[in-house]
């Protein structure tokens, strides 16, 4: 079955300073896979997504997410932090044929001034 | 605006009391989809719709049961709510389950039963 694995429960970051969210996959075939960002109270944004193509993904708020085949991984990116990213964070896979998104437990962001 | 409208926002109920969490999409979308949302465990599909009068269970449905007798609507029904069952609780709607053109989420119900 199709899992989706985020091993970080919390991270850290000081504002200002790089992110890097990982998120790896089980799945056969190319997932289409994304990135959800919860904050505190509110439900899900969208932040990107990978179908096909490029490897290297632009989403929005200035994430970025780099899809890595042979390692089934799809690690979020931010070069510089800001105090309102502060969320949680869930990384999701898909494809032609599921019934569902498989979710990821998230990863909750703590940024400190 | 192409929204998904959860009502509730928020409910807090007894054991035993029947509640009813309400749906509704305005997109035309064909699938629907019941998750809840609990720490430490991320997203679980509860039910979901591939279309009218077409229901199936997710992965955790035990104590849920949903319908959809209209397109726009899929409402999460808990028939006797116990306290596990207190949870965040998403719809979600699509043209395609498996993601390619996106997922709309309603904004949630946070439930509590005591």
């Known amino acids: 079955a199709q899992s989706v694995t985020q091993p970080d429960i919390h991270i850290t970051v000081s504002e200002g300073a790089s992110l890097e969210l990982r998120c790896n996959y089980s799945?056969?075939?190319?997932?289409?896979l994304f990135w959800y960002v919860q904050s505190p109270g509110q439900g899900l944004q969208l932040l990107l997504k990978?179908?096909?193509?490029?490897?290297l993904v632009q989403g929005i708020k200035g994430f970025e997410a780099e899809f890595k085949r042979s390692q089934s991984s799809f690690n979020l990116r931010k070069p510089s932090v800001h105090w309102s990213d502060a969320a949680e964070y869930f990384c999701?896979?898909?494809?032609?044929?599921?019934?569902?998104?498989?979710f990821g437990t998230g990863t909750r962001l703590l940024v400190s001034p | 605006e192409a929204q998904v409208t959860q009502n509730p926002r928020y409910l807090i109920t007894v054991t035993g009391k029947k509640l009813t969490v309400t749906c509704s999409q305005n997109?035309?979308?064909?699938?629907m989809s019941w998750y809840r949302q609990d720490p430490g465990l991320g997203l679980r599909q509860i039910y979901y719709?591939?279309?009218?009068?077409?229901?199936d269970k997710g992965d955790v449905p035990e104590g849920y049961k949903v319908s959809r007798k209209e397109k726009r609507n899929f409402p999460l029904i808990l028939e006797s709510p116990s306290p596990n069952q207190t949870s965040l609780y998403f719809c979600?709607?699509?043209?395609?389950?498996?993601?390619?053109?996106?997922?709309?989420f309603g904004s949630g119900t946070r439930l509590t039963v005591v």
């Open positions: 979600a709607s699509s043209y395609d389950p498996g993601g390619k053109y996106g997922y709309t």
């Open positions: 799945y056969g075939a190319t997932p289409y």
């Open positions: 990978y179908f096909s193509g490029d490897t």
């Open positions: 999701a896979v898909g494809n032609t044929g599921f019934q569902k998104l498989v």
């Open positions: 997109m035309n979308h064909e699938y």
């Open positions: 719709s591939m279309n009218v009068e077409v229901t």
